[in-house]
């Protein structure tokens, strides 16, 4: 029993080791404008945040796929990567590791809305914690049973494209309701439904799937 509670915190440590490389990854390639911008125009940053978003308004589609799908390829490839190395019991756990980075870093950007709370910044803390606490063990255990039923690439490629659409989806809500604001609570209504529907069959779709399996047979390091 002991062994078993420390391989499942092993588990989690990986997955948070494997989610903070994919996050400093995805962080350099989401600077890309940042670096074309001081190329541009040296280290002026007077007028850096007009560029941005005016970038961000004007190419809202473009900017908003590019970010979904790097998201998703930088999180769910080191995800894919992680659940090759360990047996299918320990696939949920390093999922759950990639989870509790998302929802640390979702809590010290929220320190804000902590010290003057309101409702409905709660109500969107709560839903991004239940997402993420569904739909990254659900990617992990779903990619453990491609690796395990040689369907590898359909489960990354598909949990790469339901991640995109997930961080592509936030993008584009924000600069849809930074252009119309009266549209803010109708937006987070079709959002989050979106998310939370995708976040559940996600985890669902894992579990269930990688419970029919048997263990590989190759010796795993777990």
Partial sequence: MKNKIRYYIE??????????????????FEDIPVFYYIFIHGLNFSSFKTFILSLEINHAILFSIYIGFLAGIMQETATYVAVDTRKKAYALFIGLGFSIVDIVILLISSISIFRNPYEIGIILIILNAISSLLFHPGTATFMKWGWITENNRLSLL??????AVIDGGLVYADIFILTNPNMYIKTMEVFWSIVMTISIFMFLLGYIKLRKVPEPEKIESI
Avoid: K, R, T
């Avoid at 588990?11 to 350099?28: D, H, K, T």
């Avoid at 598909?158 to 991640?163: K, Q």
């Fill in 158 to 163: 598909i949990s790469v494209f339901m991640h």
């Fill in 11 to 28: 588990a989690i440590g990986l997955g948070i080791v494997y989610m903070i490389i994919a996050l400093i990854v995805q962080q350099l």
